[in-house]
């Protein structure tokens, strides 16, 4: 039978490689009948309230810089040309938040206990401009470790967000 010592060792290697193994949870929604074939361009509106569930965060400067930048790499690679919002085809807004959230862990171990963690999520709207159609929505969430400026792992989460959004002229 393993003693006291090798289960706090087990349950602590499995909750670091949980952590690190858990990639962002991606959800996003194109409504019924919207095509993508008249748009080519985009722009970036700017921030919205926070995703539902959530309370607002305001990304820090260098971190929403990192976001947009990993935004604009994702779409631009996907065929999209970036203009201003007042000839953009189709407009985009952010909007971030954060929550605690209870999780229960242990289960290989035998010893189940509830951890707290800080959750983020960043939500996204894209809208006709010209008639303020919802075209598609996109939410991505993921546990927020230290340090809390990991940039690659942001720009992770939107690119991962991001490979969903359809691709200009398509249908």
């Keep these: 039978m393993p003693s006291n010592a090798s289960r706090m060792v087990a349950m602590t290697v499995l909750f670091a490689l949980w952590l690190t193994g858990c990639g962002p949870k ?7 009948g919207v095509s993508f074939a008249s748009y080519a361009t985009i722009a ?30 994702t779409l631009t690679a996907g065929g999209w040309k970036e203009t201003s919002v007042e000839e953009a085809d189709v407009v985009v807004y952010a909007g971030t ?23 983020g999520a960043i939500v ?34 939107v690119a991962a967000l991001l490979e969903r959004f359809p691709a200009p002229g398509s249908k």
């Design 97 to 119: 938040g954060r929550r605690l959230q209870g999780e229960r862990s242990g289960g290989y171990t035998g010893v189940n206990f509830e951890v707290m963690v800080e959750k």
């Design 124 to 157: 996204l709207d894209a809208f006709d401009r010209e008639t303020g159609e919802l075209l598609w929505q996109g939410q991505v969430e993921g546990t927020i470790k230290p340090p809390i400026d990991d940039f690659p792992a942001l720009r992770q989460a």
């Design 26 to 32: 991606v959800k996003t929604n194109t409504p019924a």
């Design 44 to 73: 970036y509106g700017g921030r919205q309230g926070p995703p539902e569930g959530f309370e607002r965060a305001t990304l820090p400067p260098k971190a929403m810089a990192q976001a947009l930048a990993a935004a604009r790499d």
